[in-house]
């Protein structure tokens, strides 16, 4: 007797607005990417990093997994501080900007 198993896998489409230098790093300013359900910003983050290099991770991770203290991380407007930092659930729709620090003179 033979079974078959169906392995399904939910996902989610997350669109990330970036600016700045890592809107360099990535080569657009925004991207809609698929991941599944359940990743948080911390998943997201390793997505990108695998997606967009090294120079991605270099510019918002400050080492050890955390998260640069000048790079800000907003869901839907929110920043994460504000929410669960690095551990904030996304859901399917989410927009995350990803705002690296901006000098002037």
Do not use: H, W
């Amino acid at each position: 007797m033979s079974c078959a198993y169906a392995i399904i896998i939910s996902s989610m489409r997350i669109r990330i607005r970036a600016f700045a230098t890592i809107r360099e790093a990535i080569g657009t300013g925004q991207t809609d990417l698929e991941m599944p359900d359940d990743t948080d910003v911390e998943g997201l983050i390793k997505l990108l990093t695998q997606k967009f290099g090294e120079q991605f991770s270099r510019l918002v991770l400050a080492g050890e997994g955390k998260l640069a203290p000048y790079v800000k991380f907003l869901v839907n407007g929110r920043e994460i501080d504000y929410l669960d930092g690095m551990r904030t659930k996304l859901k399917n729709m989410d927009e995350v900007a990803i705002i690296p620090p901006v000098a002037g003179g």
